[in-house]
């Protein structure tokens, strides 16, 4: 498609509960980045895909958070055993070549409560 | 690392009225520099770019100029309208080392009065 989409538009967990969150990058765009954008509006990185690959997950929680993006499949992100602090909205983007003038284009994001 | 530092807000002012919103990087390198608007429930949409030195990015009466001398991107409109409400945030994508990883300033949230 020629937007990012990303399902659902909210998502509310028990504390302890699983979160799954979905991102069908823009066609043709290899590239795909998550992040996780909490109160004042900081956005923290954390993971990126370069197709099915994992190409940078310096940002990923080591623990709970896993994340893939499988061929013919919406790129996806799993929170086990959701904790309060992982509310958020989490934006995914895409990118077709993330360097030099490369702007990445976003989702309309994930917003997940963790009650 | 790099940082991005933006002013910090709110920024209130009247419909019609000159914006500017600073906008200062430390970066290895040459980065890619990018304002970013939100508007409220929505993802960021790009503003405007720029890839070097002394270039300007403009989009819908918004400009910045990329200033290495002074590792500046500030954000200008000449008479910014109450649809312009919303965070913007500037950007910098680096364009060496192979990560990609964009780094955000905190935002600055823009309020435009009738």
């Known amino acids: 498609g020629e937007e990012v989409a990303q399902t659902p538009k909210h998502l509310v967990r028990g504390e302890g509960q699983k979160a799954k969150l979905y991102c069908a990058p823009i066609?043709?765009?290899?590239?795909v980045f998550w992040y996780q954008q909490v109160l004042k509006n900081e956005f923290k990185f954390l993971i990126s895909f370069q197709n099915e690959n994992v190409f940078d997950e310096t940002g990923m929680p080591k623990e709970r958070f896993s994340a893939k993006c499988l061929p013919n499949s919406p790129c996806s992100l799993e929170i086990q055993a959701t904790k309060l602090e992982d509310s958020a909205v989490y934006f995914c983007?895409?990118?077709?070549?993330?360097?030099?003038?490369?702007?990445?284009?976003f989702g309309p994001g994930t917003r997940l409560t963790v009650l | 690392g790099n940082s991005v530092t933006q002013m910090e807000g709110p920024v209130t002012l009247s419909e019609e009225a000159f914006l500017t919103i600073n906008c200062t990087y430390t970066a290895t390198g040459y980065p890619s520099l990018f304002w970013y608007v939100q508007y409220p429930g929505e993802g960021l949409q790009l503003l405007l770019k720029?890839?070097?030195?002394?270039d300007k990015g403009s989009n819908k009466g918004f400009e910045a100029t990329y200033r290495k001398e002074t590792t500046s991107f500030h954000l200008e409109k000449g008479s910014v309208q109450v649809s312009d409400s919303a965070v913007y945030f500037c950007?910098?994508?680096?364009?060496?080392?192979?990560?990609?990883?964009?780094?955000f300033g905190r935002g600055t949230s823009l309020i435009v009065h009738p």
């Open positions: 720029a890839t070097k030195a002394d």
């Open positions: 066609k043709g765009h290899s590239y």
């Open positions: 950007a910098l994508i680096p364009t060496s080392g192979g990560s990609y990883i964009p780094t």
């Open positions: 983007a895409s990118s077709q070549i993330p360097g030099q003038g490369g702007e990445q284009f």
